[in-house]
C-alpha cells in the first residue's frame, strides 16, 4: 500500500519502506499482529479497532498465499501522541514520521513475538471512517492497486473544469473552476489561476487561489463523479469505475478523452504501469 496519494496541484506523495529490518507478512501473520497489537500497543493509544482505528490497504485483505509488506493502521489519535506513546512503550524496536507525508512507521514484532522477526506498521490519520473505508479499500478482484482507481477518480475531478476563463490566444486556459481529490481530506472546489498580481503576467506552475470542502461522504463523490444512479460499491475497483466511464450513460463522457490523457500522465509521475484496457 502506498500511502497519501495527495492531489493537490494533482501530484504523488508515496510513503515507502522506512524502516531497516522489517520483513513481509503473510495474511496470518497480518492478523495475529494486528490482534496482538490491540491487547498491547492499541490500550496505551486510546485506539480501539473499528471505532477510531481501521486496517487499511492488502494487510488481512489478500488471498492466503499472499504477502503484504506493512500493515497500515487508519487512526484518528493524532500522530503525536502516538509517537510519544511508542517511544516509551518499549514495544516496537524503532520508529520513523514522515510528518510531511503524515505517515508514522514503527517496527512491530510479528504475532507480539520478536523471535518472529518484525513488520513495519504505518499509522495514518484519517478524518472520517467511513470515507477512509471507502479511499483505501483493498480492490478485491481487481488486476490493479487501488491507487490506480484512485488515481482515475483524480482524473476525473482534474477534467471537470467550469467558468475557464482563456488567454488571448483565446485556447488556452488560464483560470477555471474545478475539483481537486484529496484521500485524507475529500472532495473540494477549487479556482485554479496562472493569472499574477499583474494580469498580463502567467504563472508557469499556476496556483490554486481557492478551495472549499465539498463533501466527505462517498455517496456524495461518487453521485458527482459518476451519477445518481452509482454508489460506492459500484466503484470499487479501477475495472469498475472504467466500465462506467466508458459507457453512453457517463455524466462526464464529453471529456473522457481529457480524463483518460490525464490519467496517463498521473500514472507516469506515480512510475505506475498503464492498464491494458486504455493502452
Known sequence: MKHLLE??????NEGGKALP?????????????????EKEL??????????????IGSATHKPEGETSGDIDIGT??????IDATVKSSGIVSGENWMQGLQVLSVSYP?????????VQVDFIPIKDKKWAEFIYRYPTGSAYKSAVRNWLLAAIC????EHVEYGE????PISWDGLMLKLNDGLFDIHKTFLGTKRQQLLKQGQIAYEGLVTIDPVELVHILFGDEIKPENVETFEDCFAIIKSEKFIHKDTLDQIIKEFKRFLT??????PKEIE
Open 42 to 55: 492499541f490500550p496505551l493509544l486510546g485506539l480501539t479497532l473499528n471505532h477510531n482505528a481501521i486496517v
Open 110 to 118: 510479528i504475532g507480539g513475538n520478536k523471535e518472529n522477526g518484525y
Open 76 to 81: 484518528q489519535v493524532s500522530l503525536s501522541k
Open 158 to 161: 482534474a477534467s471537470v473544469k
Open 7 to 12: 492531489y493537490h496541484s494533482y501530484s504523488l
Open 169 to 172: 490566444d483565446g485556447t488556452t
Open 21 to 37: 529490518g522489517v520483513r513481509r507478512v503473510t495474511q496470518q501473520e497480518a492478523r495475529e499482529t494486528i490482534a496482538n497489537m
Open 269 to 274: 509521475r506515480a512510475k505506475l504501469d498503464i
